[in-house]
């Protein structure tokens, strides 16, 4: 119970970690492809 326990915790976290990745590189080419727009 406490080892299944863990293992939902660390899907929940790698969930979490994989969401914020996906923000930042989104983030990161939006501000790219404003910058290149401006310019």
């Known amino acids: 119970m406490y ?3 863990k293992g939902e915790n660390l ?7 994989s969401l914020v990745t996906t923000i930042i590189v989104l983030g990161l080419i939006v501000a790219v492809g404003l910058t290149a727009a401006l310019h």
């Open 3 to 5: 080892g299944n326990k």
């Open 11 to 17: 899907m929940s976290t790698d969930l979490k970690f």
